[in-house]
C-alpha cells in the first residue's frame, strides 16, 4: 500500500513513521511513504501557496493551483473532479480538515482495502474550496479540537490503517478484537459528543476549529484565482457587499454541516 503525503513542511514527518508498527511495515514492504513538498509546485520566486480569502477575514488561504498540480503530478494524469474515485476505486485522495467526516476505526478499515491514499495536509486558515468539491475524494477529521496542520491527522491515520493490513502486527486476531472494532462502529461514530470551541477572548474560533458557536461547520473559503478551471468563487464573495457575504457565509455553513456533519444539527 502507498501512502502520498502533500505538506508544506516535509521535515515534519522524520520521526513519527519512523517507529513501532509503521516503521515495521516499512522495513517488510508492506507499505510505501512519499513525502512531498507542495512548495516545488509553486511558479513564483517567493514559493507562495497562500493567499488572502475572498471576502475578507483572518489568516491565509492555502491555493488551489500548486494542489491540483501535485496531486496531479503523483497521479501522472489529470483530475477534475472527485468523480476520480470511480474511475479508480482503489485509490483515495484525503483532505485533511476541521470541518470533514469524522475518521473512525470503520473508516480506517475500508481505507485499509485500498492501494493507495494521498493525504493533502491542510494549513492555515484552510484550503480554497475547488480542492475539496473537486480534488480531494474524501474530507476527513480526527476530530472536535484545533490542530496547527494536517500533518499529525494524516500520520495518525496511517498508523491506524497501516495496523490493519495482513502481516502488520504478525497477530491479526489482535486487530478484530479491539476497542472500535466493526462490531463495535454502529452508527460509523456518529454519537460523537458535540464540541463548541470557544478562544480566549470569548470569540467563536470556527475558522480554526470547523465549528461555531451556533454548532455549524466553519463557511467554505476561496482564495485567487477568482475562476479556476471553470470553477468560479461565488459573485457574493467579490461584491464587497459585507452583509451579503455574512449571509451567504451562514447559509453555506448551514448546508455544509448537513451535508458532512448532520449529527452537530440534531445535538441538544
Not at 476505486?89 to 473512525?104: C, E, M, Q, R
Not at 454519537?191 to 470556527?206: C, E, I, K, M
Amino acid at each position: 500500500m502507498r501512502f502520498d503525503l502533500i505538506t508544506i513542511f516535509p521535515e515534519f514527518f522524520t520521526g513519527p513513521l519512523d517507529h513501532g508498527i509503521v516503521r515495521r511495515a516499512r522495513e517488510a514492504d508492506l507499505i510505501h511513504l512519499h513525502v512531498q513538498d507542495l512548495r516545488e509546485f509553486t511558479k513564483d520566486r517567493h514559493r507562495t501557496v497562500d493567499d488572502r480569502p475572498f471576502g475578507g477575514g483572518e489568516g491565509m488561504v492555502l491555493k488551489p493551483e500548486p494542489l491540483f498540480d501535485a496531486v496531479e503530478s503523483l497521479l501522472g494524469r489529470q483530475v477534475g473532479d472527485a468523480a476520480i474515485s470511480a474511475a479508480d476505486p482503489n485509490t483515495a485522495i484525503v483532505l485533511t480538515s476541521a470541518a470533514g467526516k469524522p475518521f473512525t476505526q470503520a473508516t480506517a478499515r475500508r481505507y485499509a482495502t485500498l492501494e493507495r491514499i494521498i493525504f493533502i495536509c491542510g494549513r492555515y486558515e484552510g484550503v480554497d474550496e475547488r480542492v475539496a468539491q473537486h480534488l480531494a475524494t474524501e474530507e476527513v477529521s480526527i476530530g472536535d479540537f484545533v490542530l496547527s496542520g494536517g500533518e499529525l491527522a494524516a500520520a495518525l491515520m496511517i498508523d491506524a490503517v497501516t495496523r490493519l493490513l495482513p502481516g502488520a502486527l504478525g497477530n491479526e486476531a489482535s486487530s478484530q478484537n479491539e476497542s472500535f472494532s466493526v462490531a463495535s462502529m454502529s452508527g460509523d461514530g456518529n454519537n460523537a459528543q458535540r464540541l463548541l470551541h470557544v478562544d480566549p477572548r470569548g470569540a467563536p474560533a470556527s475558522s480554526n476549529v470547523g465549528v461555531d458557536a451556533n454548532g455549524l461547520l466553519d463557511y467554505p473559503h476561496y482564495t485567487r484565482p477568482a475562476e479556476f478551471r471553470g470553477w468560479s468563487v461565488p459573485e457574493v464573495l467579490i461584491g464587497g457587499n459585507h452583509a451579503e457575504v455574512a449571509k451567504w457565509r451562514r447559509a453555506a455553513a448551514l448546508e455544509k454541516t448537513r451535508r458532512m456533519r448532520p449529527e452537530l444539527l440534531s445535538s441538544p
